[in-house]
């Protein structure tokens, strides 16, 4: 089993920054690919980012391009998403997730369950 905590989020105006953080425990993470999905309240939960496992490859989502940067410390058993120049849109729950066997051909990005572990999810929150 892992257990994922999410950091980081809170309050922020629109063009500024936030740094998200999951630490992860249970188990090493580094046999994981990583990602983190958000929601938005009324709003399907949406795929944001994801690192493979052995640092190789990062995918994201079209909206977040450019702006957001996901990372992966194995070491520290942690994985962070960078999120700068936030917009309004960008509000929502976001949720680390952990998974062994991922779909990355979707265009639209890994299928929600295709990642086994989950996180609570930390309010992200960009006034315009």
């Known amino acids: 089993q892992v257990q994922l905590v999410e950091s980081g989020g809170g309050l922020v105006q629109a063009g500024g920054s936030l740094r998200l953080s999951c630490a992860a425990s249970?188990?090493?993470?580094?046999?994981?690919?990583m990602g983190w999905f958000r929601q938005a309240p009324g709003k399907e939960r949406e795929f944001v980012a994801a690192?493979?496992?052995?640092?190789?490859?990062?995918y994201y989502a079209d909206s977040v391009k450019g702006r957001f940067t996901i990372s992966r410390d194995n070491a520290k058993n942690t994985v962070y998403l960078q999120m700068n120049s936030l917009k309004p849109e960008d509000t929502a729950v976001y949720y680390c997730?952990?998974?062994?066997?991922?779909?990355?051909?979707?265009?639209?990005?890994?299928?929600?369950?295709?990642?086994?572990?989950w996180g609570q999810g930390t309010q992200v929150t960009v006034s315009s």
């Open positions: 249970g188990r090493t993470i580094s046999t994981y690919a």
């Open positions: 690192i493979t496992w052995n640092y190789d490859n990062t």
């Open positions: 997730v952990a998974g062994r066997y991922i779909n990355f051909q979707s265009r639209r990005g890994p299928p929600s369950s295709d990642f086994d572990y």
